[in-house]
C-alpha cells in the first residue's frame, strides 16, 4: 500500500537533450552549432571554460546509461536529436554516423523497456542556419521542416512520443532579450520575430506529422511560471502579473493548444508596431494544428508587482517595461541556481491546463534542483546522499497527485536530468542528475541516493509518505 498512488501506467523517467549528454568524437561527423561556435568564440562565459565538446560522453556510454536508466526506475526516457549530427551540411545530405547512433540509441532504450521520447530542437541552432539569421529568417522554418520529416522516417517506426521544441520562449529570452544564448542580442523586433516563427515551425511540422501514417503523438515542451502578483487585491499588480504571463507562458501556450494569441501580447506588440513579418495563410496553419500532448517543465514561479522602477530606455521596449520582479518575504530558495522552490506552482500550472486549456493531456517533462560542489555530499561507498532532492520530488510529487486526483490529465513526472549533465553557460557548476559523473575519472557513473529511491517509486507506482 502507498499513499501516493498514481494511475497506472504513469511515465516514469527523466529528461535531457543531445547537446547537453552527447558530446563529440573524431569522425562522427556533426556539425557545429551556435554553442560550439559561442565556445570557440568566447571560452570565458562558460563556467570553468567548459565547452560542450566533451559533456557527459553519452555518444559513447549510452549501453551503460540505458542500464543505469533502468536500475533507476525509468519506464520513459527524453533526449533530443541534434540537428547539426543528422544534416550537417546545406546540401540537406543525412549524416550516416547519426543515424546509427540514434538507431542504436532509441533501440537499446525499447530493448529495455524504456519508451523514448524525442525532442527535436533543444536550443542547438545549426551554425550554418545561424549564419543566414537562424529562427528570424522564414528558410529556417523551411529546414526544420525538412529536418523534422527526415527524423519521422528515419526513426518514426519506433519512435511514437515526438516533441516539437523545448522550451522555445528560452531562444527568444536567451538569444534577443537577456543576452544568455547566441547570438546574445537585446532586440525586442527579432525577439517576437523568432517566437512566431518558433511557432509556425511548429505547427508545420505538426501538420507533416499528423499526415504521416505513423500511429504516435507530437507535442510541445514548455517552461511554464505561473505568475503570481505581489497582492491580489491590487489591481495595478494583478494587470502586471497578466501582463508577464502573456509575455513567458501564454505566447506559447494559447498558439500551441488552442491556436490563439494572447490579446493581451497582441495589443502590446501592435502598440509597438513589431508585429511579426507573416505570409497569408500562417495564422490559419498555427490555428489548425495545435498539439497531442504538452510537456510541462517548471522550476519556479514568477512574483510580480506594478512597474516602480524607472524604465531602461537604452534597452527598451523590453518585457520589462510592463512589470517588476518582486521577491516574496521568506521564500524558500535554490541558492545555487537563485531560484525560488514553490512547489504548488506545479498544481496551478495542472490545473489552469483542466481548467482553460480543455484538460489536454499533458505530463511533468521537466523539474529538478540543480546543487553545486555536490561531491561533497558523497559518502564513503562513493555514493551522493541527495535526501535533499528526494524531499524536492516528493514535495512536487503530491501536488501532481492532487491535481491528478481533481481530473488533470497528466500521465507522467520527468526529473531533470537522467545523468548529470552540461548545462548551456553553467556548464558543469550545478548537479541535477540520478546519476552523479565524474568529470576527472573519464566520466564515470554512480547512481545518487535519489536514483535509487526513484526506481522505488516507479516499481510501486507511488511513495508512502
Ligand atoms: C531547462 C532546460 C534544460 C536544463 C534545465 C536546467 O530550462 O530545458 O536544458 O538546462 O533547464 O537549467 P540550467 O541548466 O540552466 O540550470
New binding site residues.
Given amino acids: 500500500m502507498v499513499k501516493y498512488k498514481f494511475p497506472d501506467g504513469f511515465w516514469w523517467g527523466s ?3 543531445g547537446p ?1 549528454t552527447e558530446g563529440r568524437v573524431k569522425g562522427d561527423g556533426k556539425a557545429d552549432n551556435i554553442w560550439d561556435h559561442w565556445y570557440k568564440k568566447e571560452p570565458e562565459k562558460f563556467f570553468n571554460q567548459v565547452g560542450p565538446q566533451n559533456t557527459s560522453k553519452v555518444y559513447q556510454s549510452y549501453k551503460e546509461d540505458v542500464q543505469l536508466m533502468k536500475k533507476s526506475g525509468h519506464n520513459t526516457f527524453r533526449t533530443s536529436i541534434q540537428w547539426s549530427r543528422l544534416i550537417p551540411n546545406s546540401d540537406g545530405k543525412v549524416n550516416s554516423e547519426a543515424v546509427k547512433f540514434y538507431d542504436d540509441y532509441f533501440n537499446e532504450l525499447l530493448e529495455n523497456g524504456i519508451e523514448p521520447f524525442v525532442n527535436l530542437f ?2 542547438d541552432m545549426p551554425m550554418r542556419l545561424q549564419e543566414m539569421g537562424g529562427w528570424l529568417n522564414r528558410e529556417t522554418v523551411e529546414a526544420y521542416v525538412h529536418y523534422a520529416e527526415t527524423c519521422f522516417e528515419l526513426f518514426g517506426d519506433r519512435v511514437k512520443k515526438w516533441f516539437t521544441h ?2 522555445p520562449i ?1 531562444p527568444v529570452e536567451g538569444g534577443y532579450l537577456y543576452q544568455f544564448h547566441y547570438p546574445s542580442e537585446v532586440n525586442m523586433k527579432h525577439a517576437v520575430q523568432v517566437g512566431f516563427n518558433e511557432l509556425l515551425a511548429s505547427a508545420k511540422v505538426i501538420q507533416k506529422y499528423h499526415e504521416t501514417n505513423l500511429d504516435g503523438e507530437i507535442g510541445i ?1 514548455l ?1 511554464l511560471t505561473p505568475s503570481y502578483p505581489r497582492d491580489e487585491n491590487s489591481p495595478a499588480d494583478v494587470k502586471a502579473a497578466k501582463i508577464a504571463d502573456a509575455f513567458f507562458n501564454r505566447s506559447f501556450l494559447d498558439p500551441s493548444v488552442k491556436g490563439t494569441f494572447p490579446k493581451e501580447l497582441v495589443e502590446i506588440v501592435t502598440e509597438l508596431n513589431m508585429l511579426p513579418e507573416m505570409e497569408e495563410g500562417d495564422l490559419t496553419l498555427i490555428e489548425e494544428n495545435t498539439v497531442d500532448l504538452l510537456g510541462i ?1 517548471y ?1 519556479q514561479p514568477r512574483r510580480v508587482k506594478a512597474k516602480e522602477s524607472a524604465k531602461n530606455n537604452e534597452m527598451a521596449p523590453m518585457p520589462d517595461d510592463y512589470f517588476d520582479d518582486y521577491e516574496k518575504p521568506g521564500r524558500k530558495m535554490n541558492p545555487y ?1 537563485g531560484w525560488e522552490i514553490y512547489e504548488k506552482g506545479i498544481y496551478d500550472i495542472l490545473a489552469n491546463i483542466r481548467k482553460n486549456y480543455g484538460n489536454i493531456q499533458c505530463f511533468i517533462s ?1 523539474n ?1 534542483m ?1 546543487v553545486e560542489g555536490e561531491e561533497r555530499f558523497t559518502d564513503e561507498n562513493g555514493k551522493v546522499q541527495d535526501d535533499y532532492r528526494i524531499d524536492f520530488i516528493k514535495d512536487h510529487l503530491r501536488y501532481v497527485h492532487q491535481a491528478i486526483q481533481e481530473g488533470t490529465n497528466c500521465l507522467g513526472y520527468h526529473m ?2 537522467c545523468m548529470d ?1 552540461w ?4 556548464a558543469y ?2 548537479r ?1 542528475g540520478f546519476i552523479a559523473i565524474d568529470l576527472d575519472n573519464n566520466a564515470a557513473r554512480t547512481i545518487k541516493k535519489s536514483g535509487e529511491w526513484f526506481k522505488t517509486v516507479s516499481d510501486n507506482n507511488g511513495f508512502e509518505d
Fill in positions: 529528461a535531457a537533450s547537453q533543444h536550443f523545448n522550451e528560452v515542451i517552461n517543465n522550476y541556481r521537466e529538478g540543480g531533470w536530468t549533465n548545462s548551456w553557460l553553467n557548476k550545478n541535477y
